[in-house]
């Protein structure tokens, strides 16, 4: 499986104070940073786009941006989110029709590619042209849309499902993960960990970030 990596979701933190929330977070262990993109179309919300991510990555060096996109065309913003120094680009596998091809203008414009997958997508949706093409697989745990939410326990069969077809990825778990959920995703072979709430919440973010990647490490 590959190595283990916390990424907290800025969803959580303070957006008044975000380069400081992030450089914290840097500090605390965390090597990369979860941005939740929302356009107010895919999901209800909205949150930020390219010229926040820009804003962030120009005062936080070496930043690695998750973006997760939850927006309606994520072939849109490819340019304008690699422009910004987006790392990883995560589109829902809901939101396109050709995968692949979104996958191929990702790796052109040197980013990593991501394919989410909502709680009501069965893990078949990933094809295995579309596994093989990606670097990261993301199962989320909650319905887009919003942080703190309830961690949904039977979305975790599609993080076995996924990993047993394609071991050599990154598998994602997003939405309500923390450490009283953190056994199950990396019992199904989950190695990238997102968590907004419970490190932003917690009264020491870093022993949290460590103890969750000790669980998935272990
Ligand atoms: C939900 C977002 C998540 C969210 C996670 O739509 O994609 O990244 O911020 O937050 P918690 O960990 O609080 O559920
Ligand atoms: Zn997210």
Known sequence: MPRA?????VLASDFGQLTAECKRMI???A?????????????PNITMG??????????????????????????????????????????HIE???????LINAIHGRNMKAGVAISP?????????EIGAAADMLLVM???PGRGGQKFLERCVPKVAELRARFPEKDIEVDGG???????ICAEAGSNVIVAGTAIFGAPSPEDVIVSLKATVTT
């Open 31 to 43: 090597e990369w940073l979860h941005m939740d993109v929302m356009d107010g179309h895919f999901v």
């Open 141 to 143: 745990t909650v319905y």
């Open 50 to 91: 390219a010229p926040v991510l820009s804003c962030v990555y120009k005062d936080v060096p070496g930043i690695f941006m998750d973006c997760h996109m939850m927006v309606a065309q994520p072939e849109k913003w490819v340019n304008d989110i690699a422009d910004a120094g987006g790392s990883l680009y995560c589109f």
């Open 5 to 9: 990596i916390i990424s907290p979701s």
């Open 95 to 101: 939101a396109t029709t050709d995968a692949v091809s």
């Open 120 to 128: 009501d997508t069965p893990s078949s949706a990933i094809t295995d």
């Open 177 to 183: 993960v923390g450490p009283k959920t953190i056994d």
């Open 27 to 29: 500090k605390g262990g």
